[in-house]
């Protein structure tokens, strides 16, 4: 269990912070942004969530939750020692992957087949989901960054890589399923 009774410590006040293991990093290390932009991704599903409803306000809580342990999972480095430690750290795991494939499987019966790119924009939520996807493939970014460097929880890359996959289509989706999606129309303003 967590347990913050203090918000401030004063650790970080020299350009520092603690990974999950204990260790010090500088906050600009790779494993640092990598879990801090899906912080930030997390932050912008929390603005989506605002304009959802029913079962796609439950599927963002979820996404939310499961972005909480991605965070986890990043800021371990350990995961060499997963099996040998006595509290083993948050690991992302393939089912929660499957989850949002079923749910995109689900949502893309409604869509109709798209003939040109869609831009961002049309009802409030789709525009907000819209902004998750774009935040979503930029923490996958750099999570990819950070496994070319270390080792990575593959099932963390390929939740974020799945994720904004669900973001396009809930986009669609929450766009009169897709009637009301803002087209691209090449070269309009030439």
């Not at 600009?28 to 942004?33: G, I, K, L, P, T």
């Not at 409803?53 to 990043?74: C, H, K, P, S």
Request: proline fraction near 4%; glycine fraction near 6%; charged fraction near 25%.
């Amino acid at each position: 269990m967590v347990v913050l009774s203090k918000i401030y410590t004063r650790t970080g006040d020299t350009g520092s912070t603690a990974l999950g293991n204990g260790a010090r990093v500088p906050k600009h290390d790779v494993r640092v942004e990598a879990y801090g932009t899906v912080d930030e991704a997390n932050a912008t599903f929390g603005l989506a969530r605002l304009h959802a409803t029913g079962t796609v306000a439950e599927q963002i809580a979820r996404i939310q939750n499961d972005l909480f342990d991605l965070g986890a999972d990043l800021c371990n480095p350990d995961i060499d020692r997963d099996a040998e430690a006595e509290y083993p750290p948050l690991r992302m795991v393939p089912s929660q992957t499957e989850r949002l494939e079923a749910e995109i499987d689900a949502m893309n019966t409604r869509l109709a087949p798209l003939r040109t790119f869609v831009l961002p924009g049309g009802s409030a939520l789709a525009a907000q989901l819209h902004q998750c996807r774009t935040v979503s493939r930029r923490a996958e970014r750099r999570a990819q960054e950070l496994a070319g460097e270390q080792k990575v929880n593959a099932a963390a890359i390929t939740y974020l890589n799945r994720l904004s996959d669900w973001c396009f289509c809930a986009a669609r989706a929450a766009n009169d399923d897709g009637a009301a999606d803002v087209l691209w129309t090449p070269g309009a303003n030439r």
